[in-house]
């Protein structure tokens, strides 16, 4: 597609079970990245992935959260555990080798809800 | 402690008006980035600025970027309703590669 594709747009979860975030990012862009938004907040960095290098996983707040780019396209984000602190907008994006000079293109986001 | 710090957060005026949103910073950037974005929807960018003192104008929007590049400013001249949104600054350290850091955003109304 012509954009940033993230699935789901929406998930309820309860406490303690596993959750899976797809990123679907342009095709051709070597970098994709993870934010997370909270409620009217600033956008918190989580991890980095650039063509065929080790990720950047510097954000990542705690080891129940990880994620993999296959096939240096389609990206997951995987939360286990959840916690009711994990309630926020997860937005994906993607840029050519260099978002600092081009940009970041986001997707809609993964709204998820921990109860 | 917040690396990009935002003001006002919240600003509220009648459309025709002109405002300015600041973003400021004690660190160096390489380049900074200004994105909208809408209820439901990710961010949108606007613009890039990559050399101190660099001014930018998209329309009614003029965007500036601080001589030490620390700073970077925001001017919408006579706001409409269209504008209404949560603006972002995000800055690229030196240090960081592609990675941008972003400030809390402020939320913009512009009343008809």
Redesign the interface.
Known sequence: GAG?SQSPSNKVTEKGKDVELRCDPISGHT?L?W?RQSL??????LI?F?GNSAP?KSGLPSDRFSAERTGGSVSTLTIQRTQQEDSAVY?C?S?P?????????????TRLTVV | TQLLEQSPQFLSIQEGENLTVYCNSSSVFSSLQWYRQEPGEGPVLLVTVVTGGEVKKLKRLTFQFGDARKDSSLHITAAQPGDTGLYLCAGAEETSGSRLTFGEGTQLTVNP
Do not use: K, P
């Open positions: 940033v970098a990245y934010y009217g907040q600033g956008l918190e960095f980095y650039q950047d937005l994006a840029s080798w260099t978002g600092r000079d081009y940009g970041y293109t986001f997707g809609s986001g």
